[in-house]
């Protein structure tokens, strides 16, 4: 279990929420090869990851199921570093997506980067949609139950107004 300050003894850390997808491509073996690059990722420490859950697409539903997991890292690097870090995982991984909210073999999305706000054309955060998504909520919850978010609201205050859908643990990764 984590909270959402990174350790006090050296603050100059970050601690940052990722999301992880895939439904293309293995999608097991995909998360599990981003995990591992996470685990590796340059000036930070990996801290937890979730169990690794199958989701039923939302969006399009003429698409695979989804695997879907969130981590925890406390990084050194900046929000748009840390994006450009999962981007080249992303495309290492040979990221395929063909079109807006179809299927992909791997998506990294940052969550939450400490209480960081910020918008801008590249990078929104907190990510715009984990509010109400339960692939994103309950794994969260998992490594992350005490979490607040920058706005204040309490995750699980969030997870009580977010059903799951079809949302099932496929395997527990410790
Ligand atoms: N649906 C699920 N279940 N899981 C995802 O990771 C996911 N990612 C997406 C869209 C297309 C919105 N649907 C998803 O980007």
């Known amino acids: 279990m984590v909270n959402n300050m990174s350790s006090s003894v050296e603050n100059d850390y970050t601690r940052c929420y990722i999301a992880i997808g895939s439904n293309l491509a293995d999608p097991v073996s995909q998360a599990k090869e ?3 690059a996470l685990q590796t990722l340059t000036a930070s420490r990996f801290i937890a990851v979730s169990s690794l859950y199958a989701s039923k697409p939302m969006g399009p539903q003429e698409q695979p199921d989804y695997i879907n997991a969130v981590a925890c890292v406390d990084t050194r690097l ?3 570093q840390l994006l ?3 981007q080249h995982i992303e495309n290492e991984q040979g990221r395929v997506r063909k079109e807006h909210w179809g299927a992909r073999t ?3 999305d940052i ?3 400490g209480d960081e706000v910020m ?3 590249r990078l929104t955060v907190p990510h715009y949609g984990m509010k109400v998504r339960e692939f994103v909520l309950y794994p969260l919850a998992e490594i992350a139950p005490q979490l607040q978010l ?3 609201q309490i995750l699980s205050e969030l997870l009580e107004e977010c059903p799951r859908n079809d949302l099932t643990i496929f395997q527990n990764l410790e």
């Open 34 to 36: 981003a995990i591992t």
């Open 78 to 80: 900046t929000p748009i």
């Open 119 to 121: 918008s801008t054309p």
């Open 111 to 113: 969550l939450l980067c």
């Open 150 to 152: 920058p706005c204040g």
């Open 84 to 86: 450009d870090a999962l």
């Open 106 to 108: 791997l998506d990294l």
